[in-house]
């Protein structure tokens, strides 16, 4: 087990590196729609994170229109999002044997935590964010489960540091390969990434789910995007970017710099596609990818 001094040095870590994202995602958008992006908050605007930080934190009268439900709701989001880097392989300490398992949860707790924040925000944008939440967990959450069933039989372990330990023969190698394009699509899915960003649909008006919350109770929604796109990055890392066992000198900046590799990718696919429709995306979870992961798993058996 982490010492609880490790776990507060890894959840400041986490969210250090997701104001990062969010500057980073910004430059990045702009860089390609050929703006300036952020510029003027420090040198190359390096300190925005920091002043977005201090100006939500200091916003008065965070809580005005909040109910009790919608703060539990934000809570148990934030919470979630920092607790299910406890189960990410830095270390060999950190070892989870039900690691893969423990993902399903959070994903589950996410959800119910976004249409909670949807649901108790006394406006029919959220009630709509709330009801887009749950439709995004009917579309995502087979594909996901199938996944995580297809990782286990081919590695034959549910815990993330086995995985990120083992050295993957050429055969498991391969079989990880195509399941690893379809878990990049999932993890889309799952996390409500562009395309598939339904739950604040309207951000460029109202903000979707979230449109009555401000100060401190928006900063910790905003802040759960981003570790939520850092945990699936870092996720993608160690099972199918594998660079080498936990507690080794280069392991941790490897992991880090993958991480965020994978999160680029992500990034640019939200300024390069298009949002589908909530309809299509179903389609194509359940009458697509869930017949093909239950293909690959008949064949990997």
Request: aromatic share 8%; glycine share 6%; proline share 4%.
């Amino acid at each position: 087990m982490m010492p609880i001094t490790a776990i507060l040095m890894l959840y400041l870590g986490c969210i250090t590196i997701a104001a990062i994202m969010s500057l980073m995602e910004r430059k990045l958008i702009a860089r390609i729609q050929l703006r300036v992006g952020p510029s003027s908050c420090g040198p190359y605007g390096l300190l925005q994170p920091l002043a977005d930080a201090l100006k939500l934190i200091l916003k008065r009268e965070p809580l005005k229109k909040c109910t009790s439900s919608g703060i539990f709701g934000v809570i148990l989001l934030f919470s979630t999002s920092l607790a299910q880097f406890s189960i990410v392989p830095v270390s060999n300490s950190v070892s989870c044997r039900y690691g893969l398992l423990m993902i399903l949860l959070c994903h589950v707790i996410t959800v119910f935590a976004e249409m909670l924040i949807g649901l108790a925000s006394q406006s029919k944008y959220g009630v709509i964010g709330g009801t887009r939440a749950y439709m995004q967990f009917l579309g995502s959450n087979l594909p996901l489960m199938l996944t995580v069933v297809a990782i286990i039989i081919v590695t034959k372990s549910a815990s993330l540091t086995d995985i990120a330990c083992m050295h993957y023969s050429s055969s498991v190698a391969l079989k990880l390969l195509p399941l690893g394009a379809i878990s990049y699509v999932i993890m889309l899915m799952s996390t409500a990434r562009c395309p598939f960003d339904f739950i604040e649909a309207e951000s460029e008006i109202v903000a979707g789910a979230y449109v009555e919350y401000g100060g401190i109770m928006f900063a910790m929604i905003y802040l759960s995007d981003y570790l939520n796109l850092l945990f699936v990055s870092s996720l993608i890392s160690t099972v199918f970017m594998w660079g080498g066992s936990p507690g080794s000198g280069s392991h941790i900046p490897i992991l880090i710099f993958k991480s965020l590799f994978v999160a680029c990718s992500i990034i640019l696919i939200r300024a390069i596609l298009p949002r589908v429709r909530q309809d299509q995306m179903i389609k194509v979870s359940l009458m697509y990818i869930t017949p093909i992961l239950l293909l690959y798993i008949m064949a990997s058996m």
